[in-house]
């Protein structure tokens, strides 16, 4: 297939660009605007993979990408974190309602065969009991949340409206190699491997549905090749976990001291938890291959050998993000 992946210089893209060049002989072209979770260096081992520089949100650099047409357009193009979307929502509204808003007029455009929106299971809000189908209502907490669930309304609405085959993919919690360190998992990992605080918020028993990136990957994969158009598709990981005990496990795979877990000020609007049920995918012949315990000690092994990777982005704007999120909560 010839695919245009937007977002593809991201953590879930650059590991999914990956995987379809490696394992099925993709021709891929990635559009990305390169902001600071974007990064060339995540493609570093694809040469031949194309990047063209741009906003999805810009509609001359979408046609750009597209160029002589694509078979498919996969968009992981977002702003993403919460705590972000939180402290300056402005980019989250621009790059996730207008940015998907133009990818989408520009598959009309292009008549691409399928556009797939990779979206999360934040947009059904949070869940104490139970887990969530593909027909719980949409409930969103932040305006990261919140700016996703109206992505996914517009992509429907565009497969209804005009007969897009337009298919969407609810992930949940993703870790794994390149993913910048501003989520959990990394932070906590490089903040370990430095003897730096680990900051947990409030009582740290909120649960997040883990999922290995690879794992989101392949069903990503299998959507794109067998879902039918119109209809979204959870893909849940195998295992939950509260944040707390994530914790706990990166202090003993990383050897650090136990001391320097530090509870901090809880996340305004914080999600309790977090679960999908995903037999919709399953019945597509998904499965996920990677449990918790295993993803977490690759992926902590990955961050060990990949001081290369994160030594740049630690120096960087990453150091004042750093403090203006943590600096008054830590003590
Ligand atoms: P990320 O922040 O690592 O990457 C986002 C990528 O989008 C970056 O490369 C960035 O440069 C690019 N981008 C941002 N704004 C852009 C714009 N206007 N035009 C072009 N490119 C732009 O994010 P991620 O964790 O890889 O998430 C990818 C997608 O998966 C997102 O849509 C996110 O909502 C979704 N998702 C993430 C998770 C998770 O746990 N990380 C879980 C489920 C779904
Ligand atoms: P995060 O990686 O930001 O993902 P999301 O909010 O999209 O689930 O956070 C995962 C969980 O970890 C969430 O409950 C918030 C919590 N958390 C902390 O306790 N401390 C931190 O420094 C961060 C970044 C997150």
Same mark, same amino acid.
């Given at each position: ?18 995987? =379809? ?7 891929? /072209?990635?559009?990305? @605007?390169? %902001? ?43 702003? *993403? ?12 509204? %621009? *790059?996730?309602?207008?940015? %998907?808003? +133009? ?9 691409? $065969?399928?556009? &797939?929106?990779?979206? !999360?299971? $934040? ?9 969530? !189908?593909?027909?719980?209502?949409? /409930? ?20 209804? *409206? ?20 501003? @989520? ?22 909120? &649960? ?19 879902? %039918? ?10 295992? $939950? ?6 914790? @706990?496990?990166?202090?003993?795979? !990383? ?23 995903? $037999? ?8 996920? +291959? ?8 690759? *992926? ?13 982005? =630690? ?17």
């Amino acid at each position: 297939m010839r695919l245009l992946v937007c977002g593809g210089a991201g953590f879930i893209g650059s590991n999914f660009v990956r995987l =379809r060049v490696r394992d099925h002989g993709d021709e891929v /072209v990635v559009l990305d @605007k390169l %902001t600071y979770a974007g990064r060339r260096e995540n493609l570093a081992d694809l040469p031949e993979v194309p990047l063209v520089v741009g906003d999805i949100a810009d509609r001359e650099a979408v046609d750009e990408a597209i160029g002589d047409g694509v078979d498919a357009i996969v968009n992981f193009a977002a702003e *993403t974190h919460v705590d972000r979307s939180i402290a300056e929502p402005d980019a989250f509204i %621009t *790059t996730n309602g207008q940015g %998907t808003y +133009q990818l989408l007029e520009a598959a009309r455009r292009h008549e691409v $065969e399928r556009y &797939v929106q990779i979206s !999360t299971d $934040e947009v059904y809000g949070s869940i104490e009991v139970g887990s969530f !189908t593909e027909e719980s209502p949409i /409930v969103p907490s932040s305006p990261y949340s919140a700016s996703k669930a109206g992505a996914d309304l517009l992509v429907l609405s565009y497969f209804h *409206t005009y007969g897009l085959p337009a298919l969407i993919c609810r992930g949940s919690n993703n870790y794994g190699p390149y993913q910048y360190p501003e @989520k959990l998992i990394p932070l906590m990992i490089l903040n370990a491997l430095h003897g730096d605080p680990l900051p947990v918020y409030g009582d740290g028993m909120q &649960v997040r549905n883990w999922l290995y990136v690879e794992d989101f990957g392949r069903g990503i994969g299998h959507v794109l090749a067998h879902g %039918t158009p119109g209809e979204v598709y959870n893909v849940g990981g195998p295992d $939950e976990c509260p944040n707390i005990e994530v914790v @706990k496990r990166i202090v003993e795979l !990383t050897g650090a001291d136990p001391s320097i877990i530090e509870y901090v000020a809880d996340r305004p609007g914080h999600d309790r938890r977090y679960s999908l049920a995903s $037999e919709k995918i399953r019945a597509l012949g998904w499965e996920a +291959q990677v449990r918790f315990e295993e993803g977490l000690e690759r *992926t902590v092994q990955w961050y060990r050998e990949r001081r290369d990777w994160w030594e740049p982005i =630690r120096s960087g704007e990453y150091r004042e993000y750093y403090e203006r999120q943590y600096g008054r909560r830590l003590s």
